[in-house]
């Protein structure tokens, strides 16, 4: 897969933002859903130079390794090195020119909000990306607003969407009645609708497998191998919007082996809240 990089504004939007200064945000995510869990959170200030994603444009690998297996770094997936959003925007928590980026550490639960603070080191845009679980390849999305100067309280309302990189065929790896292969596993999680075998329905344990570490192995719905590790496993567009998870209400026959009546969602999935400090 090719990463692209498409420029996010004008040189001419820029030139309105030479005011910007340096100001450590407090960013507040709050996970809107009933039955959906937020991954580790990358978030960037950046220039033009930088983008996480595009709607109607092709994902990057890195954005297939954080919608499909909630990776962002090395360090939550070695194999990914070279393809994930560290490769991609260069080291965190410093100034990379182009951007600057912190992994925001532990999931978000349905109907929570966490908060952090994040020194933007005078970058005007802010992007803001995280794996919905369980899902194939939703992710909810914040792209390239112009990071608010003014000192205040400022919302937005986030959407969920899909990378496009992995069909959402909702089966957990396990099965094998449908493709007769086997699911392309839900993000790598060991049982539907949870991050681990044995967990409660809507409460993921982050210690089996790893959180959104990947495991694929098999073949895709082509028949083509899929190794441990890769994040091939057919493609459904560019980025769009999500469809939503459909579900149904067998967790091991079916069409899917999603809850529908707890994994379904309505956008938006996720508000943002940025806090701009007095200077
Ligand atoms: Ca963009
Ligand atoms: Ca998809
Ligand atoms: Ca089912």
């Not at 390794?65 to 490769?87: K, T």
């Not at 992710?139 to 899909?162: K, M, Q, W």
């Not at 990378?163 to 086997?182: K, M």
């Not at 060991?190 to 967990?199: L, T």
């Amino acid at each position: 897969m090719a990463v692209t990089k498409i420029a996010g504004l004008t040189a001419l939007a820029l030139g309105t933002l030479s005011s910007v200064h340096a100001v450590e945000l407090e960013i507040s995510i709050t996970n809107l859903t009933q039955g959906n869990y937020f991954t580790p959170r990358l978030v960037v200030a950046h220039t033009d130079a930088a983008d996480v994603f595009e709607v109607g444009t092709p994902a990057s690998t890195a954005l297939a390794w954080l919608a499909e297996a909630g990776v962002i770094d090395d360090a939550q997936e070695p194999a990914s090195a070279g393809q994930n959003f560290e490769a991609v925007l260069g080291p965190a928590d410093t100034d990379n020119g182009s951007n600057t980026w912190h992994r925001f550490g532990g999931l978000v639960a349905p109907a929570t909000t966490l908060t952090y603070t994040f020194d933007t080191m005078d970058k005007p845009l802010l992007s803001l990306a995280s794996m919905l679980i369980p899902t194939n390849d939703a992710f909810v999305g914040l792209d390239s607003i112009e990071i608010p100067t003014e000192p205040g309280t400022y919302s937005y309302y986030l959407n969920a969407y899909d990378a496009g990189t992995e069909l959402n065929d909702e089966l957990n790896s396990t099965r094998t009645d449908i493709t007769g292969v086997g699911g392309t596993a839900l993000g790598g999680y060991g049982a539907p609708g949870v991050a681990g075998a044995g967990a409660p329905p809507i409460a993921p344990s982050m210690s089996v497998g790893g959180l959104g570490v990947a495991v694929q192995v098999g073949q895709d719905a082509d028949g083509n191998a899929i190794g441990a590790n890769e994040v091939v496993d057919g493609t459904d567009g560019p980025v769009h919007i999500h469809r939503n998870t459909l579900g149904d209400t067998s967790a091991t026959d079916g069409a899917s082996d999603l809850n529908s009546t707890v994994h379904r969602w309505l956008n938006p999935v996720a508000k943002v809240t940025i806090v701009v400090p007095a200077a």
